[in-house]
């Protein structure tokens, strides 16, 4: 069956980094665009990043400049490099695989605090 597994996660200071890592397994990875979401406290969960097969990517406007979403097929995982956190990238990070119906990760808690 379809798994994603984030890690990574922690707690930074602001202007400090990150890499959040999704394992996948249980179906052919580099043929499936793959994104990451994030959600607040009391917030919807929004896009952050995606990335297609062929390492297109995407960002939402909060993150430009400051996330790189990038992918290794040969190890079946997706990244997530975070620089210049702030505060109010304080979230949950969910993986998603965009299957015929979308599968989350359990998520892995991003606190950016001094």
């Known amino acids: 069956q379809v798994q994603l597994v984030e890690s990574g996660g922690g707690l930074v200071q602001p202007g400090g980094s990150l890499r959040l890592s999704c394992a996948a397994s249980?179906?052919?990875?580099?043929?499936?665009?793959m994104s990451w979401y994030r959600q607040a406290p009391g917030k919807e969960r929004e896009l952050v990043a995606s990335i297609t097969p062929a390492g297109r990517t995407n960002y939402a406007d909060s993150v430009k400049g400051r996330f790189t979403i990038s992918r290794d097929n040969a190890k079946n995982t997706m990244y997530l490099q975070m620089n210049s956190l702030k505060p109010e990238d304080t979230a949950v990070y969910y993986c998603?695989?965009?299957?015929?119906?979308?599968?989350w990760g359990q998520g892995t808690q991003v606190t950016v605090s001094s």
């Open positions: 249980g179906f052919t990875f580099r043929i499936y665009a």
């Open positions: 998603c695989a965009i299957l015929k119906t979308p599968y």
